[in-house]
């Protein structure tokens, strides 16, 4: 177990950067998620570390060592793919000893490292099956042990569940971060999906373009966006385009003046104005206590079981969207019902708008 250190990676291929100045400390213990869009230079920066991929400028620390230059059979890197990548001829057992083997382990201790570690994974007794013989789920627990049993430094997760249904998924899920947990390993996880990185980590590192954009717990994340990818990667909201004024307004470019307690804080001018969905109360009478009331018409309905999402188009060609819990008693709003949508002053974020500010 140990600390991980990112400092100032660069990858370069050619004019260009997979990943430019990145820099990133993962606690011992800790368990870290890369999110991102496609092509962000999540898998790069994990085969960084991993060392199939070497860093053009930048350091990798493991446990307070350099391990920049080192192959990746020097480095105490577990690492679990999305496609298991078994070897189909070996058995489960010889699947997991290949990484002691590589190691040159002695034969009399591969064996009870071996069973040690499927019995961590829940397949003690099922070293002998093929991985033919198993199920995706089964498979996915397997390439976990293989990567488990020499107790790396740090655990490496490349899009670990992806090739699960969705049922396995969330039981493979909790498996991994509780068997994490009780290890103490280091870990750190790439996914394309949120509710993943959401549940399973304890801090969050969003990627755009090769950069980190915010590292932060999801409550850091969800609440405290920096700016307005971040707002609308994590989680959703509705955007508001306008100008942020002084006195704590903001005047959307349909004419909606909105209350902002967060205005103090930002650069006046083209602003860029996010509300989370679940922050916006729908109701048929104008609700009380709050800053920002605006009458509006529902759009679109989307039911969602015990969530309801509401599209309200506002006056001045603004839109946007609530979630509402779905009370029996409440109903059901409907397409074209007049309604007043509220939130408070301090609901809304505002960012400068990276679409204007480009221009
Ligand atoms: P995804 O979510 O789609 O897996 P990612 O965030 O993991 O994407 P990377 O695989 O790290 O992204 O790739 C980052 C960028 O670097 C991409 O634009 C990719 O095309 C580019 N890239 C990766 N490897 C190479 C390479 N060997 N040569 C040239 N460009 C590369």
């Not at 570690?117 to 070293?127: E, H, I, K, S, W």
């Not at 920096?226 to 004024?245: E, K, N, P, Q, W």
Request: proline fraction near 5%.
């Amino acid at each position: 177990m140990a600390q991980l250190d990112l400092s100032s990676i660069t990858k370069r291929y050619g004019d260009f950067y997979a990943t430019r100045n990145l820099s990133l400390s993962v606690e011992d213990g800790e368990f870290v998620a890369l999110l991102g869009p496609s092509g962000c230079g999540k898998t790069t920066t994990m085969r960084m570390i991993a060392g199939f991929v070497e860093p053009t400028e930048g350091s990798v620390h493991i446990g307070g060592r350099d391990m920049t230059n080192l192959p990746p059979w020097k480095r105490d890197t577990g690492l679990v793919f999305q496609n298991y990548a078994l070897f189909p001829h070996l058995s489960v057992a010889q699947n997991v000893a290949f990484g002691l083997e590589m190691r040159h382990i002695s034969k009399s201790d591969i064996a009870p490292k071996v069973e040690e570690a499927l019995r961590l994974v829940r397949l003690g007794g099922m070293g002998d099956r093929m991985p033919r013989q198993m199920s995706g789920g089964q498979q996915q627990r397997v390439a976990l042990a293989r990567a488990l049993v020499f107790r790396p430094d740090v655990l490496l997760l490349d899009e670990p569940l992806s090739n699960l249904d969705a049922k396995l998924r969330l039981e493979v899920r909790v498996e991994i971060r509780e068997l994490q947990r009780k290890m103490g390993i280091t870990t750190v996880m790439v996914t394309h999906d949120q509710e993943e990185a959401l549940t399973m980590a304890d801090r969050l590192v969003v990627m755009r373009d090769g950069e980190v954009r915010q590292v932060g717990t999801q409550r850091d994340l969800y609440e405290r966006p920096t700016d307005s990818f971040v707002a609308s990667f994590v989680g959703r909201s509705s955007f508001l385009h306008g100008t942020a004024r002084d006195a704590g307004q903001f005047l959307t470019r349909g004419g909606l003046q909105i209350q902002c307690a967060e205005l103090e804080k930002v650069l006046f001018g083209p602003a860029l104005l996010s509300l989370r969905p679940e922050r916006i109360i729908v109701d048929s009478r104008p609700p009380e206590g709050l800053e920002n009331v605006f009458p509006g018409e529902v759009s679109f309905v989307s039911y969602l079981g015990g969530l309801l999402d509401i599209h309200i188009q506002l006056a001045g060609d603004e839109q946007v969207i609530a979630q509402i819990p779905n009370r029996a008693e409440a109903g059901i709003p409907q397409i074209g019902d007049k309604v007043f949508v509220g939130w408070s002053a301090a609901s809304a974020r505002v960012f400068s708008d990276p679409d204007r500010s480009a221009s």
